[in-house]
């Protein structure tokens, strides 16, 4: 065995042997440096893409409760107006009927004046 190491082209061929094997493990280290170096980067930039999009989420549903609780309060606000004009009309309805029960006409097939203006009141 020593004899064959002693032999110049078997010394050769171990030498070229160790050689690729140094190459390999130069190219495998700067390989895997850069993939884990591009690895770091990427991750980086995909936890902040997240962080973003999170944070648009939030700004919508935020965006979207406040014109949710403003169109409340609209609503809020117009339902109030129409229970006022609907207490007037009542109110109004109830004096004409009022007015419809003093009539002294009431029972005549005819209209009269009074009659006339309580329904030019409802027009």
């Known amino acids: 065995m020593i004899g064959a190491l002693a032999n110049k082209w078997v010394g050769y061929g171990i030498a070229v042997v ?3 094997l ?3 493990w130069g190219v495998s280290t700067i390989y895997n440096n850069g993939y884990d170096a591009a ?3 990427y991750k980086a930039e995909i936890a902040e893409l997240k962080q ?3 944070d ?3 700004a ?3 965006r979207q409760v406040a014109a949710n609780n403003a169109a409340k309060a609209r609503e809020a606000e117009r339902i109030a107006e129409m229970q006022a004009a609907n207490e ?3 109110s109004q309805i109830e004096e004409l009927q009022r007015e419809a029960s003093q009539d002294p006409d009431a029972g005549r097939t005819a209209l009269g004046a009074p009659g006339v203006q309580r329904i030019n009141k409802v027009r």
């Open 18 to 20: 160790l050689l690729a």
């Open 88 to 90: 007037d009309l009542q």
């Open 56 to 58: 648009a989420a939030n």
């Open 52 to 54: 973003a999009a999170s």
């Open 39 to 41: 690895s770091l980067k």
């Open 60 to 62: 919508e549903t935020e």
């Open 22 to 24: 140094a190459v390999w």
